[in-house]
């Protein structure tokens, strides 16, 4: 292979042939998708029917409810869009260009610009793009986007690049072996791109009420036209708004306006939080969530190392690690902690001029330099030394600490000193673990780290029970059992990390999935909520339903909290829509057969959804309320919105046979109904918002004051009732 790189005309056929680094997706999205599939729905295309029946006799007035399904589907848009933009503005601030060769000259092109067979030029920082092999120098590379170990790999010429991994020391050119979906990140991101539905309680109940209400609608409201039309003096604009008002209340429009208004406030709040919600019911399920599956590495832990503490056995200590420090053309974290804590607080004392420098490698665990008459090396003593009673000493001050000696060799070998490093805890990672814990929320964490290491942490952060085990140790894991007996699993893989999570949904847990990398994302996917850490990979933010920007674990209490507000006031709020929908379902079915007169109007309706379902629902949704989700819908259905469903559909039913025979007028018939119904109304309005507070009482005030106005006021009851 010519390390002089691909010639132009080269390139342009690999472009032809398709080899070129652009992953095909058929499940990527796109502002034209997103618009049609929040318009071309079952609910819009019933609520477009109704409408274009009240045009065609012209009672322009009942278009009211055209609102609700506009508006309905605008938030759904704009949210949708809004997450997309963020997620692409952060991918195209995270892409650094990659450097190739072409024609023997170097030049940056774009990462969707490689082909295959091009020769790339990485160094220390960079992210490897595709997959390549080593073709000149040496690097070492961190894999733990890839695998979820943090420990640095030696590679060298002939080695592969996995595609994800960062170059932490070193140079070297390689040449591309794979692009596009071929690639590792390509396989991964497609498996994880897949559809999956929303695993939501209230998005799957909204769904199966209009679907079904939606197949119903059709023989329904033909039925009720034809009855219509046989009632004595009826007009056709009479049977058809009528018959559009029966229908439009079986839907319970209002609610899925409500619930997308309620969880779009949710996700604007969270954003001020610097939280990303890319999936509207995604902070529902959240919300629920009753286990949480953590890494050590960007949740726990910052993802750097901090000195613990050090011990000096000789004066010389201090300036000589310091001269080791400085004397390093490469930079990982390790050097990064010690130079925080010794080139800024070391005494500076001179030594022998350096003769030669001894960077770190992976494979010899130790760094150092040479003088005219010594050798001083930092590394593991192991490593540095066969002395074992010197091995002894730093080996039992250890402590599960990892420990670094420095060693003087000469004549002999010298313990100057040690230090011992940890990682760096978040300062508010205990109070995170506390959240979860008195919110009966289980830890799990699972990392590519070895035990020991992870056990030490999981203790400071305050996880209670230390039950671990190394995945890498079973030939053939029962995952069944690991998940019921462990809580802490080191040493996996990307494909144990879904395993997992399959045997904990298993169980019967509804699992939320932490990430910052690519060997995350096929458990993310298999999670019911996964949430990316914003300094991670593009493919794990682009993946999760919720990207943490400031890659501030501290956000997630917040986003439970949120999420249980909402959904604890909507369970409560979703009764009053419920209700409508009993009554309106039970008449609709009624006048299909009895002659008499149907005592509603789409714009009377209009009011009573707004005054009495709607406006009450929004106000007590927003209302301060964290509890526990307790999963009461269910029970305040047949509580509240059965019992009322029922009152109101007699009161009517009552209503329009003494009209009938009475030869009351219908505008009387739908003022008295448009009463009757307000009254039971709101006698659940006042019901579901016991115990009265300054705030309840002063909605109760409003809603009456609104619908006195619409009764008493010459010019609003002209417009509705006449």
Not at 242 to 248: F, K, N, R
Not at 268 to 281: A, F
Not at 378 to 388: E, K, P, R, S, V
Not at 436 to 443: K, L, Q, T
Request: proline letters at 3%; glycine letters at 4%.
């Amino acid at each position: 292979m010519s390390l002089e790189g691909l010639t132009s005309e080269q390139v342009a056929l690999k472009t032809k042939q398709g080899k070129i680094n652009r992953i095909s997706s058929r499940n990527q999205t796109t502002i034209p998708k997103i618009i049609l599939k929040n318009t071309l729905t079952i609910f819009n295309l019933v609520n477009l029917i109704l409408a274009i029946m009240i045009i065609l006799v012209g009672s322009y007035k009942n278009l009211l409810f055209v609102l609700i399904a506009i508006a309905n589907t605008l938030i759904s848009i704009i949210n949708e869009i809004r997450a997309k933009k963020t997620v692409d503005k952060m991918r195209l601030l995270a892409e650094k260009p990659p450097t190739v060769i072409r024609d023997s000259k170097s030049q940056q092109i774009p990462s969707s610009e490689v082909v295959e067979g091009d020769l790339i030029i990485y160094g220390l920082g960079d992210q490897v793009v595709v997959d390549s092999q080593i073709k000149e120098g040496n690097v070492e590379v961190n894999e733990a986007y890839v695998t979820g170990e943090q420990k640095n790999i030696s590679k060298k010429r002939g080695d592969q690049l996995i595609s994800g991994s960062f170059i932490v020391s070193g140079t070297c050119k390689a040449t591309v072996t794979a692009v596009g979906n071929d690639n590792f990140i390509g396989k991964l991101e497609t498996d994880a791109h897949t559809i999956k539905t929303a695993d939501s309680k209230l998005f799957t109940i909204m769904n199966n009420i209009v679907k079904y209400i939606s197949f119903a609608l059709i023989p329904i409201g033909a039925l009720l036209l034809w009855a219509r039309f046989r009632v004595e003096s009826t007009t056709t604009e009479v049977a058809v708004t009528s018959t559009v008002a029966a229908l439009i209340n079986m839907i319970p429009e209002g609610l899925i306006l409500l619930t997308s208004s309620v969880l779009a406030l949710a996700t604007i709040r969270l954003s001020r939080k610097k939280v990303l919600v890319q999936d509207l019911y995604s902070i529902e399920t959240l919300a629920r969530v009753d286990t949480i599956c953590l890494d050590k590495t960007g949740t726990l832990t910052t993802g750097a190392m901090q000195v613990h503490d050090y011990t000096a056995a000789q004066k010389s200590f201090e300036s000589t690690l310091e001269a080791i420090l400085m004397s390093q053309t490469t930079e990982n974290q390790t050097v990064t902690a010690l130079k925080k804590k010794f080139v800024e607080s070391a005494k500076k004392r001179e030594i022998e001029p350096i003769e030669e420098i001894i960077d770190f490698s992976s494979d010899r665990k130790y760094s150092g330099i040479k003088t005219k008459s010594a050798t001083y090396l930092l590394g593991a003593i192991d490593f540095i030394t066969n002395d074992q009673n010197l091995i002894k000493q730093v080996k039992l001050s250890s402590e599960g600490y990892r420990t670094l000696a420095v060693v003087k060799k000469a004549s002999s070998c010298q313990l100057l000193g040690y230090v011992r490093l940890e990682d760096e805890i978040r300062h508010d990672a205990p109070d995170i673990i506390k959240y979860f814990y008195d919110n009966e929320i289980a830890v799990k964490i699972i990392s590519g780290d070895d035990l020991d290491s992870v056990k030490t942490i999981a203790k400071k952060v305050g996880i209670k029970e230390l039950n671990g085990v190394n995945l890498a140790e079973s030939e053939r894991p029962n995952y069944d059992r690991l998940a019921k007996d462990y809580n802490i699993f080191t040493r996996v893989t990307p494909a144990q990390k879904k395993n997992l999570i399959k045997a904990f949904k298993k169980q019967g847990a509804t699992v939320a999935m932490t990430g910052d990398g690519v060997n995350d994302i096929l458990a993310m996917k298999e999670s019911d909520v996964s949430l990316a850490i914003g300094a991670g990979s593009d493919a794990a933010r682009r993946s999760a339903k919720i990207v943490l920007l400031n890659s501030d674990f501290a956000g997630v209490p917040s986003i439970i909290d949120e999420g249980r507000q909402s959904i604890n006031n909507l369970e409560r709020s979703t009764t009053l829509f419920l209700s409508k929908t009993v009554y309106a379902s039970i008449l609709a079915v009624l006048f299909t057969v009895l002659p008499f007169q149907y005592p509603y109007a789409p714009i009377e309706m209009s009011l009573l959804n707004f005054a009495c379902i709607g406006l009450p629902g929004l106000v007590l949704a927003l209302e301060h309320n964290t509890a526990r989700i307790k999963n009461q819908f269910v029970t305040f259905i047949k509580r509240y919105s059965i019992p009322t469903g029922i009152i109101v559909s007699l009161s009517m039913l009552m209503l329009s046979i003494i009209a009938h025979y009475a030869g009351i007028p219908r505008p009387e018939l739908i003022l008295l109904s448009t009463i009757i119904t307000f009254v039971i109304d709101f006698c659940l309005i006042y019901r579901i918002s016991r115990p009265l507070n300054p705030f309840r009482a002063t909605l109760l005030v409003v809603i009456i004051l609104i619908m006195a106005t619409a009764f008493l006021l010459p010019l609003a009851r002209e417009l509705l009732f006449y």
